[in-house]
């Protein structure tokens, strides 16, 4: 399958942001019941807050999913999905969208939270030819450091994936993975696999602001080989391309 590239250059966040949100609510007039992917920090609160105040009967049929979750109690401010929660209740048009959360520590362990999403994923996505569930959107931020949901740079569990890729076999690995140790607190975390991310149909990449300058620069350099190279100086922003397009959208 040929991976299709977009990199579109915007003048600011606000302008990036709304190109994210035309992605998604795209998506979500096109598919039937469509799989969307969001993301937390900066940009995806204001992308979230920008689709919830779009009312379109399309939200009834979407399920909504977080590309990681930093592992807090479910009210927690540190949450992503919390953005989501929040918005629901001043949108009934998007409050019908049918919101999946990682679970909380409360509720079980970092393992079991991490397997019950891939579990809940692979229920509610239809598979691809390898078995892996496919989102028909998903929106990753980039981070400076060139990371993605909580796949972080020389991280062993990006590693892994890493080398899965590298290997041709990433329809081996996890769907999702628990993440102790982030070089960024919290500490703990899920997030979404390699694997998953580059099952997804298109992957819109978010990499707004100056301090992300290098990191988009790295991934547009790697986009321009037919096949992002999967070596040890690969970042997770550089490898984390959608099945049928990916879209970078950056201010720099």
Same mark, same amino acid.
Do not use: N, W, Y
């Given at each position: 399958m040929t991976r299709v590239w977009r990199h579109l250059q915007v003048a600011d966040l606000n302008e990036a942001v709304d190109a994210a949100a035309r992605a998604v609510l795209h998506t979500l007039e096109t598919c039937e019941h469509p799989q969307i992917g969001l993301t937390g920090g900066t940009a995806g609160t204001l992308l979230t807050k920008r689709l919830a105040a779009t009312d379109t009967p399309g939200w009834r049929q979407a399920t909504l999913w977080y590309g990681d979750e930093r592992w807090q109690p479910l009210e927690h401010p540190d949450r992503n999905d919390l953005t989501a929660v929040q918005q629901a209740s001043l949108s009934p048009a998007f409050a019908?969208?049918? #919101?999946? /959360?990682?679970?909380?520590?409360?509720q079980m362990t970092l393992d079991a939270a991490a397997a019950d999403y891939a579990e809940r994923l692979a229920a509610a996505a239809p598979a691809d030819a390898q078995g892996t569930p496919v989102l028909d959107v998903l929106v990753l931020g980039i981070g400076p450091d060139g990371h993605v949901a909580s796949l972080f740079p020389q991280h062993p569990v990006f590693t892994s994936d890493l080398q899965l890729l590298?290997?041709? /076999? #990433?329809?081996?690995?996890? #769907?999702?993975?628990?993440?102790?140790?982030?070089?960024?607190?919290?500490?703990?975390?899920v997030t979404l696999s390699l694997r998953t991310i580059r099952a997804a149909r298109q992957v819109v990449l978010l990499g707004a602001g100056a301090q992300k300058a290098d990191a988009v620069a790295h991934v547009l350099q790697t986009a321009l080989r037919p096949e992002p190279i999967a070596d040890a100086t690969a970042l997770p922003a550089a490898v984390s391309v959608g099945a049928e397009s990916t879209l970078l959208i950056s201010s720099e």
């Open positions: 019908q969208a049918r #919101l999946e /959360r990682v679970a909380a520590p409360a590298a290997e041709h /076999r #990433l329809e081996e690995g996890a #769907l999702t993975h628990a993440v102790s140790h982030s070089p960024k607190p919290p500490a703990q975390r």
